[in-house]
């Protein structure tokens, strides 16, 4: 949300405010936030971060996007919290459908 937000700036101290925020809470060694991307991706980050672009965040974005669609959301989907869940909303349409139960 913090880069798509960053996106839709449009003054020129406001973008290198916010991808210095940006950076310090996600990108850098450390940050509270930190994110797990790449160490090329994290290294162009770093180098560029002085001079920031709009898009320049864009490749730790779709490497996250990536990670997320191949291991995080898939292992959502097999843990226990997601499959109670489904249970619990599974057996309240039941009782929506037969309310005598």
Partial sequence: LACE???KTKSSTKIASKAQ???SDFIQADAPKEINIDFHTKNDISQNISEPTLSCFDA????IYC???KDSFPRFLRSEVYKELVKK??????KK????L
Avoid: G
């Avoid at 459908?97 to 005598?100: D, N, Q």
């Fill in 60 to 63: 730790a974005q779709r490497s």
């Fill in 21 to 23: 925020k940006i950076y």
């Fill in 5 to 7: 937000d960053f996106k």
């Fill in 89 to 94: 909303h599974q057996e309240r349409n039941q």
């Fill in 67 to 69: 990670l997320m669609a």
């Fill in 97 to 100: 459908r037969l309310p005598f």
